[in-house]
């Protein structure tokens, strides 16, 4: 139904920041919501970040609250992860995830998954 392609990784200090994209494609993007994952080396994929449909629900694990901002833009097919304030411990593939209702956090309930883009972090 639609086809997740993340980008926007790559190499940051820490305290720095990187904007994360999610492009979609195959379906109707607007009617999906969105969320963001990740997985660091030897340790299960863990929650990130979440948006509705409609942009007015949002979901964020506790680890990112105030410094990750997700946003999406519906005419542009593309999910955003803004993240500010970068720490070692967010070093991972970020993964895009797409589902028909709000999951939130509940990763099993998700329907499309992208590639992944890695993000590193050094101290």
């Not at 904007?19 to 660091?40: E, H, K, V």
């Not at 097919?77 to 589902?99: F, G, H, I, R």
Request: positive net charge; hydrophobic residues 30%.
């Amino acid at each position: 139904q639609v086809q997740l392609v993340e980008s926007g990784g790559g190499l940051v200090q820490a305290g720095g920041s990187l904007r994360l994209s999610c492009a979609a494609s195959g379906s109707t993007f607007s009617s999906y919501s969105m969320g963001w994952f990740r997985q660091a080396p030897g340790k299960e994929r863990e929650f990130v970040a979440a948006i509705s449909w409609s942009g007015g629900r949002h979901n964020y694990a506790d680890s990112v609250k105030g410094r990750f901002t997700i946003s999406r833009d519906n005419a542009k097919k593309t999910v955003y992860l803004q993240m500010n304030s970068l720490k070692p411990e967010d070093t991972a593939v970020y993964y895009c995830a797409a589902s028909h209702e709000y999951y939130g956090a509940r990763e099993s309930a998700y329907d499309y998954w992208g590639q992944g883009t890695q993000v590193t972090v050094s101290s």
